[in-house]
């Protein structure tokens, strides 16, 4: 045995060191040839490939603006989004070397904690991107803290956002039944309920069968499900909120109690499907015509315009039905809304080599700035070029509504040949600004965006670690007790001992530190 | 086959035995004739719910699609080279191996074979493993496909096993008359073991169909990736979980797609298998000492 | 202990075979055992840096032993994981095991070569289907608002029960459906093994008056009890991998307080925070559990006579 012991710990040792000679990695110098200087990327989902065509289109757009620059990738092989963040993990904990620009989904902790980042700041970004600094302070004056590392408070990245603003999804319903109830767009709860009622009655498919619900929630629904009933009582479970400056989770606040009663209320009386966060799903039922409604999770306002996603979808599959979107109901007290992600979108960072260089941090600044205000390079690394790769829904309109054409609408093809995504993200145009960009959004996008207040996460989902301790296991408790409340498996009076256990398990704790990151970063 | 007498109590427990085994059929049928139906249908009738027995709307667009796509078909030739190339490295050396194994006077036989029973449990990780690739250059090479899944410890506990159980006269007669180990391992021991040698190349063999995580993580290269992979990419988009994706305008393929695309994937392995049972029918044994 | 100059016979004498193991053993010593030193990243706060190795990265960051060991056992739901792992897997090894020698002994008495042919390959497919396309149609199936089993629970009167939504079937149903999809698969090893039984040995017992039944017991079973002995004690060494694609696909949230095991929790936490150490420490965790079983196991098989695997 001891002789077994021995051999196996020398043979690991013995190997171990063979390849640990090979595993180390060397900082690359970008190569110089021609003139043009080389600036690697590393960006999301690889949304743009070194062999897609704004790789090469932009920097020559570029040149005019007085930029020699020749771009390369740090691909990670997948467009994918699990899988690019799987492996950026795998490269960073193999020592691998960040690239000039990064332009990722948030700053990743790992990256941070192997000192990746250049650190900025925001008077730098404010001479050197004016117009992108005063369009980010409009749409939130704290929207750098998604940039900053949460323990040292160090700003690492810009921050990017969502064109169609920081509320940008609406509820959507079934114009034609509605119709055919004799009713308009429910206004109250109380409205809503009625509608529930009422279709349950009525054989909307004509399959014989009553299996139409006015409403409901799925597996895949963000968070607890059933947002907006919720927001209509002015609480929005699993993001932290602020009252008066106190930070508290919305989970355990008296109004998610009073969702809850209407929520057990509704399954009790058959109002809402059997399989809700099981074996329902958001918006599938919807498009098949035996739903009444989609939440807003689903109702992403560009998607539910003519070309848009959802539209096209649903009409494929009900031709003679009747899509509207529309604001969703109001509560006893008059509020409601949905779940928003928020102002921020990405981040865009800087390697940690650059940090001695702060003359090349700017030009990529004063470079970013000049992408996002010029239409043409704003243009190319958004769409591509008109007319080959997309075009204006309406071509013979000038802004607006654009969309992309054949082959270019399937998307690994658009990200391989292209190079983009779509409006409001893509690879090389990480940060933009509202006068260039507002051309090309449809506007009936933008009034659709315009129906929800939003409820947001205080913090911005920005993870810090007594959350990242507890956080995960207080969720599961959270979604399956209310799931056994809806489902009438518990009682709602269970709420209040809910809320005891979820504060011994690390909850107070978590809400302390919350409260402290509140205050140190966003009052 | 030895005369049986049949009893009418055998008869009945025949019948029974039978009627759930072809229930056992039916049930375990369902999803493939799901599946296929879903691959032939249009996207209304996809998403249908309800039985899903024959397509009710009928369209061959999405296998062809599936068929007309040359990513589809690299990602095939993928699977069927580390498949082959895979299976037939694994057996011979797990064989070899195995066999000498087996033999009681091998020297070292206790440490090595502790060695390979600890390697079972033991693994370094997703990062160790990385970095060996990414040290004997094997990063986005083919090879990393097959090199490190090559023996596994339950394949020579099992095939060990197996020749355990191979009478030693046999082997004797063959060594009196001057042959090596090599050649009674090739010559004799083989053609007995077929049941096992199958069975092993069809573990190795499903494993190797069936892989995706190896390629996910040291290939980037889009034309090595392998059916699976492509499969899990066109599939599981819809389980993302963060918030960034909920703007995803994401890869929502229609379900026929998904059919088709899983229906590709599984028809070589139906058409295989009828062949490969033949190795299963008949053990070519004499004696039938217990190993 | 042999005398070195005997051991260097013996080496002699069956280099042949050494020669043989060779390649094997080379593959594990580069293949496996190189990357084994990984598994220390289990005891320290790995934090990898530019420009270092992995190993310099190991050799910097902090040394914490067990705590994050401590962390899983004490976190809210540390144990009630652990148990969810193992009282699945018990299920799985309980029912699962025995399921395909019975399947492999029903086969065998089939007569009709084509009958059989036809019933092996059909139950072999259900293993090939992964279980992201298995789980999609279960929960079809099993809806409880437009599933298959809605018109059986009207008809035997109940309101439905949502099985894959409620806490007391749902691993029962894991189960069940788990053993279907390898049934048959599962099979081939038994059936491998019985057709390597020798058809004399039932001639004899026949002449002796032996039944059918008796039969099993006298000729079938010893002969492949050895298969089963080693199948399983490699079983057990997996106990703690109660089917992480299984359950991950088929899971929701409704039902993880009594479905949540090992794996998913670690893919969880994976997912939100990268946190090698921390999974690469729990992951060592099963190792270890799932070794004892093995050698526990094999212990008790070789003091019963068997052949074991060790």
């Known amino acids: 045995m001891k002789r077994l012991l021995i051999t196996a710990a020398m043979l690991c040792l013995f190997t171990a060191a063979v390849f640990a000679a090979g595993s180390k990695d060397s900082g690359k110098k970008p190569a110089e040839a021609d003139g043009a200087q080389e600036i690697t990327w590393m960006i999301h989902m690889d949304l743009a490939t070194n062999k897609s065509w704004t790789t090469t289109a932009l920097p020559a757009l570029l040149k005019k603006y007085g930029y020699n620059v020749k771009f390369k990738i740090i691909e990670m092989g997948t467009h994918n989004g699990t899988e690019y963040y799987e492996k950026l993990k795998t490269y960073i904990a193999s020592g691998g070397a960040p690239a000039d620009i990064m332009h990722l989904a948030g700053l990743q902790q790992p990256a941070i904690d192997a000192n990746w980042y250049a650190e900025i700041n925001e008077d730098q970004i404010k001479k050197n991107m004016p117009k992108y600094y005063a369009n980010a302070k409009k749409i939130y004056e704290k929207i750098f803290a998604y940039g900053k590392d949460a323990a040292t408070g160090k700003l690492y990245g810009l921050v990017s956002w969502n064109m169609f603003g920081p509320n940008r999804h609406t509820m959507v319903y079934r114009q034609d039944w509605l119709d055919q109830l004799g009713m308009k767009v429910p206004a109250t709860i109380g409205d809503f309920e009625q509608f529930l009622r009422k279709t349950r009655t009525v054989d909307f498919n004509g399959n014989g069968q009553k299996d139409e619900y006015g409403y409901t929630s799925g597996a895949n629904s963000p968070l607890s499900g059933f947002q907006e009933v919720f927001g209509a009582y002015g609480v929005m479970p699993l993001v932290w909120m602020v009252k008066d400056g106190k930070v508290q989770r919305g989970e355990t606040l008296p109004g998610s109690k009073e969702a809850l009663a209407t929520l057990a209320k509704w399954y009790a009386e058959d109002l809402i499907p059997r399989g809700v966060g099981t074996t329902e799903t958001r918006r599938d039922g919807f498009n098949q015509g035996i739903r009444g409604s989609y939440g807003q999770a689903d109702g992403y306002a560009p998607a539910l315009v003519k070309g848009g996603q959802n539209y096209e979808e649903f009409y494929k599959m009900q031709p003679k039905g009747i899509m509207l979107p529309a604001p969703s109901f109001k509560g006893p007290r008059g509020e409601w809304g949905t779940l928003e992600w928020g102002p921020r979108k990405y981040s865009v960072s800087f390697g940690s080599h650059l940090q001695k260089d702060p003359a090349k941090i700017e030009m990529l600044m004063k470079m970013l700035e000049t992408i996002a205000v010029n239409e043409d390079t704003f243009v190319a690394s958004m769409l591509g070029e008109k007319g080959k790769h997309w075009n204006f829904t309406d071509p013979a309109k000038s802004s607006g509504a654009t969309k992309f054409l054949d082959p270019y609408t399937e998307f690994n093809k658009r990200l391989d040949e292209v190079g983009v995504r779509e409006m409001s993200e893509s690879a090389y145009g990480p940060v933009w600004v509202e006068d260039v960009y507002n051309k090309f959004l449809d506007p009936l996008a933008v009034e659709y965006s315009k129906h929800n207040p939003g409820y947001y996460d205080a913090l911005m989902t920005i993870p810090f670690a007594t959350q990242n301790k507890y956080g995960l296991d207080l969720e599961k408790m959270t979604k399956e007790t209310y799931l056994a409340i809806i489902t009438g498996k518990k009682p709602v009076s269970e709420f209040d001992s809910y809320v005891q256990t979820w504060m011994k398990n690390g909850g107070e704790e978590m809400t302390k530190a919350a409260q402290a990151f509140y205050d140190k970063v966003f009052k | 086959m030895a005369s049986i007498k049949t009893s009418a109590g055998y008869r009945i427990f025949s019948i029974l035995n039978s009627a759930f085994l072809i229930v056992l059929c039916l049930v375990t049928l369902y999803p493939f004739i799901h599946i296929t139906s879903i691959a032939f249908s249009t996207y209304p009738e996809a998403i249908r719910t309800g039985l899903h027995l024959f397509p009710r709307e009928v369209d061959f667009a999405s296998m062809k699609k599936v068929f007309g796509s040359p990513d589809i078909w690299q990602a095939y030739y993928n699977t069927l080279w580390r498949t082959v190339v895979g299976t037939t490295l694994s057996v011979i050396t797990t064989g070899m191996a195995a066999y000498a194994l087996s033999k009681k006077d091998l020297p070292f036989k206790r440490v090595i074979m502790g060695l390979f029973l600890f390697a079972m449990y033991f693994s370094g990780g997703i990062i160790p493993n990385f970095l060996l690739m990414r040290s004997l250059n094997l990063l986005n090479s083919s090879w990393s496909m097959v090199l490190p899944s090559l023996v596994w410890g339950f394949n020579i506990i099992v095939m060990k096993n197996f020749f355990l159980s191979i009478p030693d006269s046999l082997e004797e007669s063959a060594q009196l008359e001057g042959a090596s180990e090599l050649v009674i391992f090739f010559k004799i021991v083989v053609p007995l073991s077929l049941p096992v040698i199958a069975t092993v190349a069809m573990w190795m063999g499903v494993y190797h169909w069936n892989a995706y995580f190896d390629n996910l993580i040291y290939i980037t290269d889009r034309n090595k990736y392998v059916l699976q992979r492509m499969i899990r990419s066109l599939i599981i988009d819809a389980n993302m979980s963060g918030m960034e994706s909920m703007n995803d305008a994401s890869i929502l393929s229609p379900e026929s797609l998904k059919g088709a695309t899983i229906l590709i994937s599984t028809i070589p392995i139906l058409l295989v298998y009828p062949f490969a049972q033949r190795y299963f029918i008949k053990g070519v044994m004499i004696g039938g000492v217990k190993g | ?310």
């Open chain 3, 1 to 310: 202990m042999k005398t070195s100059r005997s051991l260097r016979a013996r080496i002699v004498k069956h280099r042949i075979l050494l020669l043989m193991v060779l390649p094997a053993f080379i593959y594990l010593l580069i293949f496996r055992y190189g990357p084994i030193a990984g598994v220390s990243i289990a005891f320290i706060d790995f934090k990898a840096k530019i420009g270092q190795s992995f190993f310099q990265s190991i050799l910097t960051s902090r040394f914490v032993g067990l705590e994050f060991f401590k962390e899983f056992l004490t976190s809210m739901t540390g144990l009630q994981i652990l148990r969810n792992t193992i009282v699945i897997s018990l299920y799985k090894i309980v029912i699962g095991f025995p399921a395909p020698i019975i399947l492999a002994l029903l086969l065998n008495e089939v007569r009709n070569p084509l009958f059989k042919r036809v019933v092996q390959s059909i139950t072999y497919l259900p293993h090939f289907i992964s279980w992201v396309i298995l789980a999609g149609i279960i929960r079809m199936m099993l809806s409880p608002d437009f599933g298959v089993i809605v018109p059986v629970f009207r008809f035997l009167g109940i309101p439905v029960i949502n099985l894959l939504g409620d806490t007391s079937y749902f691993r029962g149903l894991l189960v069940a459906t788990d053993i279907w999809q390898g049934i048959g698969w599962g099979s081939i090893i038994y059936l491998a093994a019985l057709s390597g039984l020798d058809p004399q040995l039932y001639e004899a017992a026949a002449i002796d008056g032996a039944g059918r039944i008796r039969q099993l017991f006298a000729v079938t079973l010893p002969g492949i009890a050895s298969t089963i002995v080693i199948m399983l004690i490699l079983r057990t060494g997996t106990i703690l991998d109660a089917g992480f694609d299984q359950i991950f696909n088929m899971q929701n949230a409704a039902v993880l307080s009594v479905s949540d095991i090992i794996d998913t929790h670690i893919y969880s936490k994976g997912i939100q925070e990268a946190r090698f150490s921390y999974t690469t420490a729990v992951g060592l965790f099963k190792s270890v559990f799932g070794l004892s079983m093995v050698l526990l196991t094999n212990f008790a098989a070789k003091r019963s006579g068997q052949q074991g695997v060790v």
